[in-house]
């Protein structure tokens, strides 16, 4: 168990105005108050009834639920002329070194080296063979016959001089599926704070990516604040608090057990009565059923939503690029309880096939925000579709 966050006094009078900043520590009763129907399995009551959405993991997620999500939430209180201020969330570290090293080992770039060296003929077999290669790579089906289909019709067109040709329109073409959604974050500092919600099923990296975050923002100098919303697992809240510590980073949390939506609570009112820029909240990676999950994390949204109808203003889905395929059902089942707006694939480095990516741009085309390629906090990349592909792809024929 560790201790409650401790708030500042507020710093002006239309601070002490909002509810609880001027209080050093909240009471039982006044969170109760906040949360009267906090009982475990028992969801906060709300003013609005909110049918939950169909966890069907196998239907396609509609576009216009995707567009719906991925669309801004309008904000009563900023005037619609008003620009809205963003500041782009860490550019990518100098140049793009470390990108073809780490993922050397991938399953996809060990699918094509050698590849090309093996059948340098531009004929139907290199074809096949890149099929398979991209098949084996879980780009998945439907992707990798658009892609085969492409570079059959021209092919027969005679469009490529040689096999060199024939790469570099399969870069081209998997260049051209990232393209959409190798958009970085961007932190809108109207928010006060911009509260980034990470969801994600259990050891795909939340927590890492969260302390990768957490010093990457605080090395641009953004007020930041997390809250160990991972109430489940009895190490998670040290594990965040051992992050905050390591940055400096002031955590706000309640313990093992506590109500995970209370906690978001909690921090989004300290975080604004600190005036912080950045509040990321953790979150579990599994319950006692996966449905309970689904219900907590709607839970959490709408708890942050009583303070900031705006918020959270990122959901931020962390998939581990081992998963396979099985990363698209698990995206469609937090997409459909939460709405995510952005990706952060993870261990891109280990033996991740690399290829998934393609098929979750394809299918979703879901923002992908960062890439783990390492466990150092500097190998959380901002997603870089061209030194993604690079690194995949043979460097030249012979490769
Ligand atoms: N190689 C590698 N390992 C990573 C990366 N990101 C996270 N990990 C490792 O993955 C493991 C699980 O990470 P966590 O951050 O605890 O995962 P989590 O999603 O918070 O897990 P739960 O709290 O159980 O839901 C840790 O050993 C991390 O070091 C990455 O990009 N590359
Ligand atoms: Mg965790």
Not at 55 to 65: G, K
Not at 305 to 318: G, R
Request: aromatic share 6%; no cysteine; proline share 7%.
């Amino acid at each position: 168990m560790l201790s409650f966050f401790r708030r500042k006094k507020p710093q002006t009078p239309a601070d002490a105005a909002k509810p609880g900043s001027a209080q050093e520590h909240y009471s039982v009763e006044e969170l109760a108050a906040a949360f009267p129907n906090t009982d475990e399995g028992e969801t906060v009551a709300e003013p609005v009834t909110e049918p939950a959405p169909p966890a069907s993991a196998m239907e396609p997620v509609p576009a216009e639920i995707i567009a719906a999500a991925l669309e801004v939430e309008p904000t009563a209180t900023v005037a619609a002329a008003e620009p809205v201020e963003t500041t782009p969330a860490a550019p990518a570290p100098a140049g793009k070194p470390g990108w073809r090293e780490r993922l050397r080992g991938s399953g996809f770039a060990r699918s094509f080296s050698g590849l090309f060296s093996r059948h340098p003929r531009l004929d139907d077999d290199l074809l096949d063979e890149i099929e398979t290669a991209l098949i084996t790579a879980d780009v998945g089906v439907t992707a990798t016959s658009q892609l085969i289909e492409d570079l059959r019709r021209r092919m027969k067109a005679r469009e490529f001089a040689d096999a060199n040709a024939l790469l570099a329109a399969l870069r081209g073409d998997l260049l051209a599926m990232l393209a959409p959604v190798a958009q970085p974050l961007q932190i809108d500092t109207q928010a006060k704070p911009f509260v980034l919600l990470t969801v994600g099923v259990n050891g795909v990296g939340k927590t890492t990516t969260i302390g990768k975050l957490a010093k990457r923002f605080k090395d641009e100098n953004r007020p930041l604040m997390l809250a160990a919303g991972d109430t489940f697992r009895a190490a998670a809240v040290a594990q965040l608090q051992a992050w905050g510590d390591r940055n400096g980073v002031p955590v706000v949390a309640q313990g093992q057990n506590a109500d995970a939506a209370s906690v978001a609570f909690d921090a989004l009112q300290a975080a604004k009565a600190r005036g912080t820029q950045v509040l990321i909240a953790d979150t579990a990676g599994r319950l006692h059923t996966q449905q309970g999950l689904m219900a907590e994390l709607g839970k959490i949204k709408r708890v942050l939503q009583k303070l900031d109808a705006s918020a959270p203003h990122e959901v931020l889905m962390v998939i581990d690029g081992t998963t396979g395929q099985n990363a698209l059902s698990q995206l469609r089942q937090f997409h459909a309880a939460v709405g995510v707006t952005g990706l952060v694939v993870t261990k891109l480095d280990g033996t991740a096939k690399g290829g998934v990516v393609f098929a979750l741009a394809r299918e979703f085309g879901i923002p992908i925000r960062y890439a783990g390629i390492g466990e150092r906090p500097e190998d959380l990349r901002v997603f870089d579709a061209e030194a993604f592909v690079d690194a995949l792809l043979p460097e030249n024929l012979g490769a």
